[in-house]
């Protein structure tokens, strides 16, 4: 099982490319794709979910085009958007016995399903209710429902945990872990902490282009040595912040703690501390290197 | 001051909003054409015209100004009200109102800038179908001397004060959460327009016509003098000529034509106290759950506190495992369209009212129990726009309601779901008719049969190719609800896609629908297809 994207473009106006020459090859493990906002992230997840056509490049499931072949991914795909509707006066069993039916399942396997889903994304006693009257999160969750539906082998989910209180989010890393295995899992987020829990591997994508590929303790150890900690007074923060990358700033009662990435030591008092995921992503979509 | 900059504000970004959308265009062009056709050239079958008895003035400015005003009286306010309406909803559903209604915004400076770039949006179609008529003269080439006044005013002094009438009626519908959705495009239809044309002579018959009867009737015995359009009338090529010259505009004319104006204001400020300011504790309709069609909201608040009331503990020690699926083949293609069928069948369905269901049960009692030719004049056509909401949600049910990344990128759909789709809204036409069909297979009337049967795969095959195309279900309503009327009440045989009038049938009018009937799958095909790769 893998999905290998080659040379993938998507250009929007003449002057504005959302994705450019993106390289990656895709294999099971759950894949986190970091990057700010309007990166391109997605994009192409909206290329790779068959629903928008690219401009340059190719995605091949399985060695098979699905710019060519869409159907092919599509009965194996779950999706779940960053931004999606429901069917107000459908309840949430309802709308997922509807999902269900569209994605060609048969109706015992799609009645089992979704009893078990329902439990899993904790909407059991909500279930029987229309839909339009569900909550952010609520709707968020029968999102995540429905890209189950299939038992999908390649899974994409753009932005999942927004609208989730912070229970809701921990347990749904907690399934995508669960769900990793024999899949592939893409988890689009800029949510630094979201993909540090689940992820076996990590792309950062910035201004529409690849910018690192690896796993996440490759991509901790590139700043090994070069993340530094210590408290500066408050008024001497700015002048900090203009000449390094300040990756994490905590309030104390003798000044304010801050977290600096940098080759060598900024300051006397500086302490080596242990990179972590955040220190790395902002390092890496600053794209001015480590300053010194 | 500030109240002017606010409304040019308003009005301005709801415009921009509205002319840079594709539907905006498509609207356009629609419009255009109807000039086109409402300006026939001399050959050519009339469409649509004005029946003067048996005479015509040539193609000069003031003819082709007052023609036209008055048969886009007839044809474009209807047209206007389903372009204008669903403004406020859009600021509804798009969450866009929750932020207004934050801000200072009076609420009926809210209604009053709506109704502003409603007049905008049709003020922009008027000076269209102006340009249009401009260059169909020079097309038609009976007189070149254009004569800018005589082929405007119609337009400035009869037309654009109707339109305020209709953009601030749309306004109210709006505002009204009952009369929000497909209810109120058949009120609309059958009581507020007609309502409003005899109280209001909107389109201006009175004013444009007499002006018309009376240069008619200086040259020729028996002209017509009372206005009439119908369809499907012959070439105007040999008819005899009356020389026209336009309306005398008096001070009586322009006054009663602004008078329109303050009726307006009226209207707004009703709408501006209707209107709930996006309170979705307002949002549950006023009336009957019974009158309901779709949209049933329930109130944010109750359902937040009601969920925190339910919600079970986070981590549950025993959590259900999700069975893998380990065969996609499994299920037969019958049984995936089958259970597509009843999905589809329950989706449509849902929110339906009880009193829905007794009208069309007692539309089929009747058309068991009265005679044959009596039901397919009267019930068949009542039968037939009862099912106007189900139908037209179909095929723009995706985007109102913002699912369509997630149906489209689901395997064959083209194969599966559109078809599907297609067939509830044929079996709806086919259950609606059914006692007809019974009666028609007993009494052997097998070309009648034929017709209906054509038609009942007409109508959901337009509504599901205006619903793909357009994203909404007004252009369906708006067209249908023409197309129903012309059919059923003026008898316009070209429309009888119902094939309930005696020569229909020897006349070829179901192979015309049949045709058109299969350019319109052809076009949900490839709408569909085209939506597909475009849904982001």
Redo the contacts between chains.
């Keep these: 099982m893998k999905l290998s994207i080659s040379h993938l473009s998507k250009q929007y106006r003449r002057d504005f490319w959302g994705l450019r020459d993106f390289d990656l090859e895709l294999t099971p493990g759950v894949i986190g794709l970091l990057g700010p906002n309007g990166a391109g992230k ?2 192409l997840m ?1 290329m790779l ?5 690219p401009t340059e490049g190719t995605v091949k499931w399985n060695d098979t085009d699905i710019v060519k072949s869409p ?1 092919t991914l ?4 779950g ?1 779940l ?1 960053q ?8 309840t949430g069993a ?1 709308f997922l ?11 015992k ?2 009645r ?2 979704i009893e ?2 329902l ?2 994304v ?1 909407l ?3 279930a029987k209710r ?1 839909l ?4 952010g999160g ?1 709707k968020q969750r029968v ?1 995540i429902a ?1 890209a ?1 539906l ?2 999908p082998q390649l899974l994409i989910v753009d932005e999942p945990t927004v609208g989730l209180d912070p ?2 989010r ?2 749904f890393r907690n399934l995508l872990s669960d ?1 990793a295995g024999e899949r592939i899992i893409i988890l689009s987020t800029h949510i630094v902490s979201d993909v540090e829990a689940a992820a076996t591997e990590i792309v950062v994508i910035n201004k529409g282009r690849k910018i690192e590929h690896a796993a996440p303790e490759k991509l901790l150890a590139l700043l090994d040595g070069k993340v530094w900690q210590w408290v500066i007074p408050s008024e001497a923060l700015t002048a900090l912040k203009q000449k390094a990358l300040v990756s994490g700033t905590i309030r104390r009662e003798n000044g304010i703690q801050v977290r600096v990435v940098s080759e060598a030591r900024p300051a006397s008092e500086a302490e080596m501390v242990t990179p972590s995921l955040e220190d790395v992503y902002l390092h890496l979509v600053s794209g001015s290197g480590i300053r010194q | 001051m500030n109240t002017l900059r606010v409304l040019y504000h308003m009005a301005r970004a709801d415009f921009l909003e509205r002319v840079r959308s594709y539907r905006f265009l498509v609207m356009l062009l629609f419009t255009i054409f109807a000039t086109y056709i409402f300006i026939p050239a001399p050959k050519s079958v009339q469409i649509a015209g004005l029946q003067l008895g048996g005479y015509r003035s040539i193609y000069n400015s003031a003819w082709i100004g007052s023609m036209t005003t008055l048969l886009m009286g007839e044809f474009f306010l209807l047209f206007a009200f389903y372009l204008l309406k669903g403004r406020i909803e859009q600021d509804r559903v798009s969450g866009v109102g929750q932020i207004i209604a934050t801000t200072p915004i009076t609420k009926n400076i809210y209604i009053m800038g709506k109704w502003a770039s409603n007049m905008v949006v049709v003020t922009a179609m008027v000076v269209v179908i102006i340009a249009a008529c401009i260059a169909l003269q020079y097309i038609r080439g009976e007189d070149y001397s254009l004569k800018l006044w005589a082929i405007t005013s119609p337009f400035v002094l009869v037309l654009l004060p109707a339109l305020t009438i209709v953009a601030v009626v749309a306004v109210l519908f709006d505002s009204i959460n009952w009369l929000r959705g497909a209810l109120g495009n058949v009120i609309f239809f059958f009581i507020a327009y007609p309502a409003l044309t005899l109280a209001l002579d909107l389109a201006g018959n009175n004013i444009i016509y007499p002006s018309i009867y009376r240069a008619c009737a200086e040259q020729f015995f028996n002209c017509n003098p009372i206005r009439q359009i119908d369809a499907g009338m012959p070439p105007l090529l040999g008819l005899p000529i009356f020389p026209y010259h336009g309306v005398s505009w008096t001070m009586d004319i322009i006054t009663g034509r602004l008078a329109l104006i303050p009726i307006g204001i009226l209207i707004a400020l009703l709408a501006s106290w209707l209107f709930h300011r996006f309170d979705p504790a307002e949002s549950e309709t006023t009336l009957p759950k019974i009158f309901l069609w779709q949209n049933k909201t329930t109130p944010a608040i109750k359902l937040v506190t009601s969920m925190a009331d339910e919600t079970t503990p986070v981590f549950i020690s025993n959590q259900r495992t999700l069975t893998p699926i380990t065969s996609r083949a499994n299920s037969s293609l019958s049984e995936i369209y089958w259970q597509l069928l009843k999905q589809e069948i329950k989706l449509t369905f849902k929110g339906v009212s009880w009193l829905w269901y007794l009208i069309a049960f007692g539309l089929i009692t009747l058309s068991l129990l009265l005679s044959l030719d009596s039901t397919i004049l009267v019930i068949l056509p009542m039968g037939w726009v009862l099912p106007l909401p189900l139908w037209s949600v179909m095929g723009a049910r995706e985007a109102r309601h913002g699912v369509e990344q997630i149906i489209f990128s689901t395997p064959h759909h083209l194969q599966k779901q559109l078809p599907i789709a297609w067939l509830v809204g044929v079996l709806i036409a086919l259950v609606m008719g059914s006692g007809i069909i019974l009666r028609l297979m007993f009494a052997g009337q097998w070309n009648t049969l034929l017709a209906m049967l054509i038609g009942a795969m007409f109508v959901p095959t337009l509504a599901l190719a205006m619903g793909i195309w357009s994203r909404g279900s007004k252009l369906f309503e708006g067209t249908y609800l023409f197309v129903w009327y012309l059919s059923s009440i003026a008898g316009v045989q070209i429309l009888d896609y119902m094939g309930r009038l005696p020569n229909s049938f020897d006349d070829g009018i179901q192979w015309f629908y049949a045709g058109v009937t299969l350019v319109l799958m052809m076009a949900c095909l490839i709408g569909r297809k085209r939506q597909i790769s475009h849904s982001s």
């Design positions: 997605s994009t909206r979910a068959t629903i928008t056509q159907d599509r009965v194996v795909l999706y958007p931004d999606f509707g429901i069917y107000p006066n459908l309802e016995e509807y999902m269900a039916a569209i994605k060609g399942m048969d109706a396997t799609a089992r399903r078990e889903l439990v899993v904790n059991v006693n909500a229309p339009g009257g569900y909550s609520m999102g429905q189950l299939n038992d229970e809701e921990v347990r769900l």
